[in-house]
């Protein structure tokens, strides 16, 4: 075989790969939209699920006609003009492949053209079709918001979309003269047809000046046609001021309204000018003033711009208040409208009242809910004493509130969920992975004010099969759908499910849920090849009954049905207390960095400038049922996507009544509210201006690192509130300060979710902030010493966070303090408690003593070898201690008491 054959069949071989794998991708495509349509139609989503594939549908099928019949129409007059202009006569047999080219040329150029821009316009567009009213207009153009939030970026994204065709057309026009003359001399080669005037000079007449002008007609219509839309662009432009960074505060400034506005409107008219001025002076010939079209518009925007400069260097800077005061008013109006701080409620909080032990005791249940364990070292905790095996993790801990028992508690909850990475090498099967090793199993909880004499966490909610201390009950704890899992499994398989290990046996299942899409006929090829596991198609313990579960990972699952929502990153589990089953509660948020002269700032890797929590998701930890829940009707954005997908949101009053109560404002959003507040409490432009009232995150000492302090839960009775409630704290200092100014506070229960209140500190006093209290710890003639001694006996000594909790017109703080050993398998132990109030500082072994401590009261204790006792008495001994620590004047409750002990003793 010569070389030139090896050389087709090496082409042939090629084009047949590149064939397998354009069938193979296609395949893979149409497979995973089958399926997909599948998954969301199963999940009650499918009108979700088709509103893209409607409008992308509606938006590539005419504007690919259009690009390809209009691009080869073009082409074609293209050809027609570059035959005329080198004299070559027409002949149908040599055009043909042309003709054959250009039509299969301009359909994948349509199609993909449409595609990119499908993909990046089809959500702009519902929006700007289902655009909402926020009500409020901007100060300078007299706009409502809707239209910088919804109708511009749709004009943008058109705008960029269409000059991005232009500019491929002119390169389409270049390759397409290449091309055709290569084309055409093969075809001369082949052709006794084919006929030339004065064919010797061919290529001198091709590089007359008849291609030439014909080259000079395309650009001019090209020109004319690009000017016309930058025209349109430097119109926008104006608009666009609205988020300008040129001044002190974001927003269009005085030199961008005197100045930069006057020269988008001077440019947008003069291009619009100049686009028929170009176009004229190429189609007559008039080099000179074709050149001076974009020398006169560049001459314009330098002109523009070097005013702008001078106007602001000489005018507003040695000025700079008085000229920029009207801007910094709107900046800091839109900005605080835009992050939901505009109605933020600002009290005073005197600190006049000195506290006294009748408060704490008549505060008892804020007392009761002190948190004095972190989630951090409790996490570690968790995986080590209720992980039972190494394949089940604790990914993360929350707060939250539940009436257990009657009482009002604050408790840390955690999901025991299987990690599927931890089982050992060997288990790594196919079948453990997707069949087996399906769910995690069960909860913990633990109140945050209670820990065992070792120091370890008291268990309201433990082991395998759940095992309660309390009212609580779980009557689902299988886990198949959480924060962990990465990979789809098999149900109703011939293989029993691994259900929890019982001694040196483990207990299987069978799952009952409604989850999963069956796998039956078809269904298991497609699933086959969109998992591409060929295990999956074989396998004999698979069978028609089987069903494939999807999406498992929360996180996932809810960005899978709604990707245009921005989601907390922390899902919290909830025990349902109505029906025992579990579920996963997400915060999802709808943002925009398009609110004019909102400030702009980073939330997930994302600028924003507004945003709403305004949907609540919740997703069964057992059979992944995803339902959104509209929780702000106010928000606009939220409302245009409730009209765009008919089938997504459910409205606030269908939420399940047994999660109601732990609704909790998100700390992502609370922490991106506070980042805000520090500079936008401030309604004066001048007190603003000048930076004299900016206030800092305050400051703590966590483990062993100074660290802005953590936004915290805490349970407390507001001033104006007659009963405890979840509250979302933070403190504040002033800038570069340690003392406290202030407290921000979220509220969590009932109708009063969501409202946001400042308690303003006497600006007379000092009050401690959380940096000044570590200091004096860290000075303590007592506490510090002992700090050090622990660490020369192999420990490490382990600082918690600092709550700050306001108790009647006074404030305490509260750190816990671990111990960890030197170890790698050492537990991080809660040892003792540190208690500040005014100038007194305390560290005991628990929060009541170091209270008493505090407030100089006597307590009582038992001393008896508890070893010896039964878990009764000592119940009842904690008990009588409670009595009588709390009142010394409530004796027929401790005569009762002591009653049941005797007879307990006597027994014994």
């Known amino acids: 075989m010569d070389q030139r054959k090896s050389n087709q069949w090496s082409m042939v071989g090629f084009g047949g790969l590149l064939l397998i794998g354009f069938l193979f991708s296609g395949l893979k495509s149409l497979t995973d939209f089958i399926t997909n349509y ?36 073009y082409l074609k007059q293209l050809k027609r003009q570059y035959y005329h202009a080198a004299h070559i006569f027409y002949n149908a047999n040599a055009d043909k492949n042309i003709h054959r080219a250009m039509i299969a040329f301009t359909s994948i150029f349509g199609f993909f053209v449409s595609l990119i821009i499908s993909n990046s316009i089809w959500i702009k567009l519902r929006l700007f079709l289902s655009h909402e009213v926020f009500g409020i207009k901007d100060p300078i153009f007299n706009k409502d918001i809707g239209f910088y939030v919804f109708k511009l970026p749709f004009y943008e994204q058109v705008l960029a979309s269409l000059i991005m065709i232009m500019f491929l057309l002119v390169f ?104 028929g001025l170009f176009a004229f002076a190429l189609l007559k010939g008039k080099t000179k003033l074709a050149i001076a079209v974009p020398v006169v518009l560049v001459s314009i925007g330098i002109i523009g711009s070097i005013t702008a400069l001078i106007v602001q260097q000489l005018i507003v800077e040695p000025d700079e208040i008085n000229k920029e005061k009207e801007y910094l008013e709107y900046n800091i109006e839109h900005t605080q409208q835009a ?40 996490q570690q905790t968790y995986n080590q004493i209720q992980g039972i095996r190494l394949y089940y993790s604790f990914q993360g801990l929350d707060l939250d509130r539940y009436v257990i028992d009657g009482e009002y508690r604050q408790v840390f909850i955690s999901a025991r969920e299987l990690n599927q990475e931890n089982l050992s090498e060997q288990a790594k099967t196919w079948i453990n992975k997707h069949l087996k090793y399906t769910h995690g199993y069960g909860i913990v909880m633990s109140p945050v004010n209670e820990v065992t004499e070792e120091g370890q966490p008291k268990l309201l909610l433990k082991n395998i099969p759940p095992v309660s201390e309390s009212s609580l009950v779980v009557n689902r704890p299988e886990i198949y759908f959480g924060e962990l899992p990465d990979r789809y499994v098999v149900v109703n398989t011939n293989e029993d499910e691994f259900d929890y290990p019982s001694g040196s046996d483990n207990k299987t299942t069978r799952y009952e849920g409604d989850a999963g899409l069956s796998l039956n006929g078809f ?76 400030q702009l700032t980073t939330f997930k890797n994302k600028p924003v400038n507004y945003i709403r929590n305004s949907v609540k998701v919740v997703v ?15 928000d606009p954005i939220t409302s245009a996507y409730d009209d765009i997908f008919t089938d997504l949101f459910k409205p606030m009053e269908d939420f399940p009544t047994g999660l109601k109560a732990h609704i909790k404002y998100p700390q992502d959003f609370f922490n991106l509210q506070s980042s805000v507040y520090r500079s936008y409490h401030v309604d004066n432009p001048e007190v603003f201006y000048n930076g004299e009232d900016v206030w800092d995150i305050a400051n703590e000492k966590y483990i062993d690192l100074d660290q802005p302090i953590e936004s915290n839960y805490v349970m407390f009775k507001l001033p104006d509130s007659e009963t405890e409630e979840f509250a979302l704290i933070v403190p504040y200092t002033p800038k570069e300060k340690a003392n406290m100014t202030s407290l921000f506070v979220a509220r969590n229960d009932g109708d009063n979710y969501g409202k946001l209140y400042i308690y303003k500190f006497p600006k007379d006093k000092t009050i401690q902030g959380p940096m000044m209290i570590e200091s004096r710890i860290d000075q303590d003639s007592t506490i510090s010493p002992q700090f ?114 005797n007879q307990i003793l006597e027994g014994n």
């Open 620 to 634: 069964d930890a057992y059979d992944g049922t995803t339902d959104f829940y509209i929780i702000d009707e106010d």
């Open 339 to 378: 992050f939901g701080l505009e109605e933020v409620k600002k009290e005073d909080f005197l600190l006049e009242q000195t506290l006294t032990w009748e408060d704490i005791l008549e505060n008892d249940n804020t007392i009761k809910n002190i948190r004095i364990n972190d989630a951090r070292p409790l």
């Open 172 to 275: 389409v026009t270049i390759i397409f003269f290449i091309i055709i003359m290569t084309i055409r001399h093969a075809a001369e080669n082949k052709s006794a047809d084919i006929h030339y005037i004065n064919p010797q000079q061919r290529l001198a007449e091709v590089l007359r000046n008849e291609v030439t002008k014909a080259a000079v007609k395309r650009v001019a219509y090209l020109g004319l046609i690009t000017l016309l839309l930058f025209s349109f662009r430097y119109y926008l432009k104006g608009y666009e001021l609205m988020y300008s960074t040129r001044g002190v505060a974001y927003g269009a400034s005085y030199t961008d309204i005197h100045v930069t506005l006057i020269l988008y409107r001077v440019l947008s008219v003069a291009t619009l000018i100049s686009s």
């Open 788 to 901: 050090t001694l622990w660490g020369q006996e192999g420990s490490n000594v382990l600082r918690g966070n600092m709550i700050v909790v306001p108790v009647e017109d006074s404030l305490l703080y509260i750190e816990p303090i671990y111990l960890e050993a030197n170890n790698p398998n050492s537990l991080p132990e809660m040892k003792r408690v540190i208690v500040a109030y005014n100038d007194t500082i305390v560290m005991e072994e628990n929060l009541d003593t170091a209270l008493r401590k505090v407030f100089d009261q006597s307590t009582f204790t038992i001393d008896i070898d508890a070893s010896e006792l039964s878990p009764e008495v000592k119940r009842l001994i904690q008990e009588l201690t409670l009595l009588f620590n709390d009142t010394k004047s409530n004796m027929e409750e401790i005569e009762s008491v002591l009653n049941q002990l």
């Open 38 to 73: 599948q998954w969301f139609k199963f999940n009650s989503y499918i009108q979700t699920f088709l509103v893209k594939v409607k409008t992308e549908v509606l938006i590539i099928v005419p504007l690919t006609l259009l690009i390809a019949i209009g691009l080869f129409v």
């Open 523 to 598: 269904n298991r090829l497609l699933f086959s090849i969109r998992e591409s596991s060929m295990k999956l198609f074989v396998s004999s313990v698979v069978t028609d009954e089987s069903k494939i579960i999807l999406y498992r990972n929360i996180q996932d699952r809810v960005k899978k049905i709604a990707p245009f929502l921005e989601y907390d990153q922390n899902p919290y589990m909830v025990l349902n207390q109505e029906d025992g089953h579990l579920y996963w509660i997400i915060d999802a948020y709808t943002t925009s960095r398009y609110y004019p002269y909102s």
